[in-house]
Each structure stands twice: as structure tokens, then as C-alpha cells.
């Protein structure tokens, strides 16, 4: 990839965008898993620099954030989720407050009031890209905030995921906002909300054949909604 990348011709990133932007992210995704990840983070930041919009902005950030987890990283992981959350127009703050917990939670309950487990499975197909990446952005909350002792954080990062699926439909993202809102009812002790929203989870994701998030997905339906 690095062969590549020094092929490619100094106006690159004017002249074929596309492949300029696919090689340089290919390589940062090979440093990261090499351990490399000073080197990494500099290519990330050439290819920000130079990202025609907020979209592919945020689509670095959120492939940063993926790899800071795995490499344990989980300071660098949440600033990656906000920083690439705030491109796409939606703002959480590193530290919440439990009044905004609550607040979230509040709005959350009334967008679900009437609506039944089966109208949100028959939600229809979300098209809009950057609602996607935000829900995949939020969902990469997870491991870090709760590996960080962040429960508020946690919290709302959940509470913001499953508003935005209510609000925009259905996708594999949706099922692990489900999830997720699963995981917080078991922990408030409404173990019987977690099976459910469990259960929904593993309905949605079934629709898709993708298989980013079902790991996930199954792993916690089965600690926290069995």
C-alpha cells in the first residue's frame, strides 16, 4: 500500500479524489493494525485535511475510533466519536451531566409512547447516510465508555443512538442501537425491557446479511437479555 501510495502524483487529491482518499485510508487501517499508530494518525490527518466534506471527516474518525479500541486506546476513541459525531451535527459532550441522562432518557420514553416492538421492526429502510455513520459513531461509545468508567457517557450515547433509530428507521446500526438500549434497561433493572428491546435487536438484524455488528450483537444479547 505504501508502493501506492508514493505512485500516486502530487495533485492526486485534486485530480482523483476517490482514489487518493482509498489509498491513504487503506494504509492508515494497515498501520493501525501493524501497531504503528503515530504514523497512522499523521495519515489521518493528511487525509482530513484534505476531505471534501464533513461525511468523509466523520468517516475517518470513526474508522480512528474503531482501531483506538482495539489497541486499548479509549481516551483517544471517545475524542475520535465526538469529534467525528460533531461533523455530522451531532453534539455530546465528554462528560455529560445525569441531568442530561435523564433528560435523554425522558425524550427516549415518549418517542417510544404508543408504539409497539413490531412498528419498530417495520420501520422502513434508513437512507440517509450520515444518520448511519452517526448511529455506527455512537455504537463504537460502547466498549470505550464503559472501559473508561464513563457510565454517563455511556448512557447517553445509547440514549442518543436509539432516539435517532426511532426517529430514522431501521438498519444493522439500528439493531445495535436496540441492543444497546437493552443492555441500559438491564442495568436499571427492567430485565424484562432488555429481553424485549433484546429481541428486537435480533429481529432487525436478521434482515441483514452483513456481519459488522451481529457478533456484537449476539455477545450481548446473551449476557444482558436472556
Given at each position: ?91 455530546i459532550s465528554e462528560s455529560p451531566s445525569t ?31 450520515d444518520v448511519r455513520l452517526a448511529l455506527k ?90
Amino acid at each position: 500500500n505504501s508502493i501506492a501510495k508514493d505512485l500516486l502524483p502530487s495533485t492526486s487529491w485534486a485530480t482523483d479524489y476517490e482514489l487518493t482518499d482509498r489509498i491513504y485510508r487503506m494504509q492508515a487501517k494497515l498501520q493501525y493494525l501493524c501497531g504503528r499508530s503515530a504514523e497512522a494518525d499523521a495519515v489521518c490527518r493528511q487525509i482530513i485535511r484534505h476531505a471534501r466534506g464533513n461525511y468523509d471527516k466523520a468517516v475517518v474518525r470513526e474508522m480512528q475510533a474503531v482501531h483506538y479500541n482495539y489497541l486499548w486506546r479509549m481516551k483517544d476513541s471517545i475524542n475520535a466519536c465526538i469529534d467525528g459525531l460533531r461533523y455530522l451535527n451531532v453534539n455530546i459532550s465528554e462528560s455529560p451531566s445525569t441531568a442530561t441522562v435523564i433528560y435523554m432518557l425522558l425524550r427516549v420514553r415518549l418517542r417510544l409512547r404508543g408504539r409497539r416492538l413490531e412498528d419498530l421492526a417495520a420501520m422502513p429502510e434508513i437512507e440517509d447516510r450520515d444518520v448511519r455513520l452517526a448511529l455506527k459513531l455512537l455504537i463504537n461509545f460502547i466498549p470505550s465508555a464503559y472501559m473508561s468508567g464513563n457510565a454517563n457517557l455511556f448512557a447517553t450515547a445509547i440514549l442518543t443512538k436509539t432516539f435517532l433509530a426511532i426517529r430514522h428507521g431501521n438498519s444493522i446500526e439500528t439493531a445495535g442501537a436496540y441492543m444497546g438500549y437493552g443492555v441500559l434497561l438491564a442495568g436499571m433493572g427492567d430485565f424484562q425491557g432488555a429481553h424485549d428491546f433484546g429481541n428486537l435487536a435480533l429481529k432487525i438484524s436478521d434482515k441483514y446479511t452483513g456481519r459488522e455488528w451481529k457478533s456484537m450483537i449476539l455477545n450481548l444479547y446473551a449476557l444482558f437479555s436472556v
